[in-house]
T-cell receptor, first 115, second 117 residues
Framework: EAQVTQNPRYLITVTGKKLTVTCSQN?????MSWYRQDPGLGLRQIYY???????DKGDVPEGYKVSRKEKRNFPLILESPSPNQTSLYFC??????????????FGQGTRLTVV | AQSVAQPEDQVNVAEGNPLTVKCTYS??????LFWYVQYPNRGLQFLLK??????LVKGSYGFEAEFNKSQTSFHLKKPSALVSDSALYFC???????????????FGSGTQLTVLP
């Protein structure tokens, strides 16, 4: 089954304790991205990756890091989480094409609470 | 810069009635437009997209959307709502006038649709 898998689904952590949210896709997609979803703000892009070893900042990258060492995985790293990073996070992937008209596939989300 | 507006945070409709979820966009060039649906505790699922061609686009679960260039709108519609359609709906846009990495997907703030039995 084609899917995007995120782990963990739920996470409660303390301020300053480094964490990683994993994302893996099995569709051989080149393009992957991370979003955070907050009430009234919709989805805002954190980082994206056009291909292996190619990453770039989205609209709200502060406090986050990513890596793309292999095509299927795109982990999101919070080196020193803060309470304002409490949010619902989604990983997404899509085929990369020059016109960018392909739809994105989303993971089920990770609800992060930083206390 | 590209942007999307969903003017209604909440839409309520009775089962069996037609539904409309509104979306307007702003881009410099031609848009690619998308609708996604999010059911509780789930990720976003693709519903439909407008790329080019017919202004009326048909998608999953009986939904359709009409692209109106003069009004810069892309409203989501369904002739007869079901209780199971209750979910959070997101409109999204890509601006084709932007190049390379700037051509990212921008989402609206979402509209909660509730279909009442």
């Amino acid at each position: 089954e084609a899917q995007v898998t995120q782990n963990p689904r739920y996470l409660i952590t303390v301020t300053g304790k480094k964490l990683t949210v994993t994302c893996s896709q099995n569709m051989n997609h080149e393009y992957m991205s991370w979003y955070r979803q907050d009430p009234g703000l919709g989805l805002r892009q954190i980082y994206y990756s056009m291909n292996v070893e190619v990453t770039d900042k989205g609209d709200v990258p502060e406090g986050y890091k990513v890596s793309r060492k292999e095509k299927r995985n795109f982990p999101l790293i919070l080196e020193s989480p803060s309470p304002n990073q409490t949010s619902l996070y989604f990983c997404a992937s899509s085929l990369r094409d020059t016109t960018m008209n392909t739809e994105a596939f989303f993971g089920q989300g990770t609800r992060l609470t930083v206390v | 810069a590209q942007s999307v507006a969903q003017p209604e945070d909440q839409v309520n409709v009775a089962e069996g009635n037609p539904l409309t979820v509104k979306c307007t966009y702003s881009v410099s060039g031609n848009p690619y437009l998308f609708w996604y649906v999010q059911y509780p505790n789930r990720g976003l699922q693709f519903l439909l997209k407008y790329i080019t061609g017919d202004n009326l686009v048909k998608g999953s679960y009986g939904f359709e959307a009409e692209f109106n260039k003069s009004q810069t709108s892309f409203h989501l519609k369904k002739p007869s709502a079901l209780v199971s359609d209750s979910a959070l709906y997101f409109c999204a846009v890509r601006d084709l006038s932007l190049s390379g990495s700037a051509r990212q997907l921008t989402f609206g703030s979402g509209t909660q649709l509730t279909v009442l039995p």
